[in-house]
């Protein structure tokens, strides 16, 4: 890979990817390995040697360019880089970059900082970069996910934004109380989701006898697992999006980044709100955001080794 | 102990409980183990041998009358005791007690039927002998824990009942996502429960964000974990009031049924509705439900042995 002249990479808490990148901010190749933040934590040196070992055999110019987002960046990540607040453009991040101090001269790796937000307390790690990532637009930002991101964008910057514990609280639910007897396997029904979103949307309130209900009817009678996990799902989803669109004043157009399944629900719910979504791929976004930030850590690239 | 004339018995999802009780319903002794429901669940055999080590060196009369409410009877139990439909009057469940098929001649053991409701769907099995042993009243029954239970009572029938996954939800919460950071220890600040629950109460559909924002706000800086607790529960528990006061039409007088340290919590938010509250002992209600089943199903006590 000759022609290898930056590496950019995501560092999230399960996973950490790496994009081989040319002169011309195309991407080469790409790796992933699944050591993430939840794994390394705590360990800076941890995080040096599992960098090498994904990239070993890749060769570049020395010292080789990397710009890194996501938790990387954490207190018990890589190194550091303390939080931007809100309201500054995206564009501006990588100036607030760190500078990782590594025994290799043969990389030169600055990590982005993430975003937080007083009041109400919210921070984000590597969603800011597939906010920058979608360039200088205005409105209002869904990223489903464990922990889903709702943001209030103005020519790109990050007015406000909520997150959610709706995937990880679906997920402790589903695995470590009685209604694992109820939600197994992976199957979701996505009509039995849209029904939830009606009835969060109804009374948000009934959130926890409406769970215990889901295994009382499954013991008097039985829920098809699929159906039982789309309606859990979807009175989760339904506060979520009752709380956030309100707070960040509802529009009928929203850009929804994420996977196919994720976007696939949320757009069914949005349809009982009228709403209509724009997808854009969240690794594309990412790559995207990585390549705005290089072009300003490193204007000129070296040339190829 | 000459005197035993029968045994109640209170078998849980984590422990089971037995009293020694005398010709006049008097408690002798008592005893607890964790052989509870979930530990045994789905081995007929495991609950008569758990029972039989339970009950070691105690004599009484053969057989000796032995009364089980509880998770004995459930699918997974000692014996099915198939539910009992809401409406009926409690001191009448009694008459669908199974008696439970066993190999020693010794013991005459009956399994009392829990409740079952269907719209909304919702079981119970334990609670319902804790309501026969408040007697022929009426009113608003509140019973927190793992699964709190809002029960409607009329003259001593069960009309209507609700229950959340309040306790539980926490636990996974508190245990199995990454607010487990946040949440250490076992300490609990009331004063941040009550204003937890006003919040709940002002926008229930703010949970999960809530949640999210408690644990930035210890990232940001710094949350006390008794008082992080508070407020989680107080998020979870505010949504359960909300609903279930609602929902079973709101009295300003209720029946509390619990230990201390959890009723005191309902106390304290019940006074931001204005509702005060009659405390009960869980056991004790326990013992006299036990002890009316007892009078129904051994209207003659064997002579002591």
Not at 91 to 115: F, H, M, Q, S, T
Request: aromatic share 6%; proline share 5%.
């Amino acid at each position: 890979m000759s022609e290898l002249a930056w590496l950019a990479v995501d560092w999230g808490t399960t996973n950490v990817r790496v994009w081989a990148m040319g002169a011309t901010d195309q991407v080469l190749d790409a790796r992933t390995s699944a050591d993430g933040m939840a794994r390394l934590g705590g360990d800076r040196d941890a995080f040096a040697r599992a960098f090498q070992e994904l990239i070993a055999g890749w060769s570049g110019p020395r010292p080789l360019p990397a710009v890194v987002c996501g938790m990387a960046g954490g207190r018990e990540g890589w190194q550091e880089a303390p939080y931007a607040p809100v309201g500054r453009p995206l564009d501006a991040l990588a100036d607030l970059a760190v500078r990782v101090e590594i025994a290799d001269r043969g990389l030169d790796v600055r990590i982005l900082p993430g975003v937080s937000q007083d009041d109400p307390p919210d921070v984000m790690r590597g969603e800011e970069t597939k906010l920058l990532g979608l360039g200088p637009v205005s409105g209002l930002v869904v990223m489903p996910g464990t922990h889903p991101k709702w943001v209030r964008l103005e020519q790109g910057r990050l007015r406000r934004f909520h997150t959610a514990m709706t995937g990880e609280v679906f997920a402790a639910i589903a695995s470590h109380t009685m209604l694992r007897h109820t939600l197994t396997g992976d199957g979701f029904d996505l009509d039995a989701f849209a029904a939830a979103i009606l009835d969060a949307k109804a009374a948000p309130e009934r959130l926890l006898t409406r769970a215990f209900g889901l295994r009382a009817s499954d013991v008097l009678g039985h829920v098809e697992p699929a159906v039982a996990r789309g309606r859990l799902s979807g009175w989760l989803t339904g506060l979520e999006i009752e709380d956030c669109l309100h707070r960040l004043d509802a529009d009928k157009f929203v850009l929804l980044v994420g996977g196919r399944d994720q976007t696939a629900r949320y757009r069914r719910a949005f349809a009982h709100y009228g709403i209509t979504a724009e997808q854009h791929d969240a690794d594309a976004l990412t790559i995207r955001g990585l390549v705005s930030a290089r072009s300003r850590l490193f204007p000129e690239l070296p040339a190829a080794g």
